[in-house]
């Protein structure tokens, strides 16, 4: 089982709707998490943080379930704008761990 | 600007042939990293520095060498290439949070 997972997609989705996507991490000692999106094998950028209490980032929700050990990620209002590759990570003291990616379509 | 640089962007290369790839950030951050991006297996951490002169292996570091003589720069060093080798290379500087700032990306092939 790898360390983190996530769907890969594709998720293809009409502009305007709301989607969620969910990280798996199997380590509890597991520090930290992020997302991260990425564009046609450009490099990495960082969304967001993702704290215990949850945050939120104008249409972006991040949430952090330590008991269950997922993260998820929820867009509302999706964007044409919105479509790329959604990295989850993970932060063991320096160790980066990355899911795979989930990709991300939006439609007209 | 605040910025992570790479250099070369792309090389080809061949088998066995030594090679560096540069990494360099302005941001004065403490921690660095090197991962290499293949299709299905996402992004997989090579070696990771938390100060000058302190590495440590990631997930996949076999084949690699890095350095950290000075803050700012990491390089990444390929003694004896080989195609299993051949990939898409990013460096990344990090906060002492751990959010992460990632360069251009070097595209390595080696034939």
């Known amino acids: 089982r790898k360390e983190v997972e996530q769907d890969p997609g594709p998720f293809n989705v009409p502009e305007g709707a709301t989607v969620a996507f969910n990280c798996t991490y199997s380590n509890s000692a597991s520090q930290s998490f992020f997302w991260y999106r990425q564009d046609c094998r450009k490099e990495p950028k960082l969304l967001m943080s993702v704290y215990s209490s949850g945050n939120e980032d104008g249409r972006f929700t991040a949430q952090l379930n330590r008991a269950s050990q997922y993260i998820s990620l929820l867009i509302r209002d999706s964007k044409l704008s919105d479509s790329a590759t959604y990295l989850c990570?993970?932060?063991?003291?320096?160790?980066?761990?990355f899911g795979q990616g989930t990709e991300l379509s939006v439609k007209p | 600007e605040a910025q992570v640089t790479q250099n070369p962007r792309y090389l080809i290369t061949v088998t066995g042939k030594k090679l560096t790839v540069t990494c360099s950030q302005n941001?004065?951050?403490?921690?660095m990293s090197w991962y290499r991006q293949d299709p299905g297996l996402g992004l997989r951490q090579i070696y990771y520095s938390m100060n000058v002169e302190v590495t440590d292996k990631g997930d996949v570091p076999e084949g690699y060498k890095v350095s950290r003589k000075e803050k700012r720069n990491f390089p990444l060093i390929l003694e004896s290439p080989s195609p299993n080798q051949t990939s898409l290379y990013f460096c990344?500087?990090?906060?002492?949070?751990?959010?992460?700032?990632f360069g251009p990306g070097t595209r390595l092939t080696v034939t």
């Open positions: 990344a500087s990090f906060t002492s949070s751990y959010e992460q700032y």
């Open positions: 941001m004065n951050h403490e921690y």
């Open positions: 990570t993970n932060n063991q003291g320096g160790k980066l761990i």
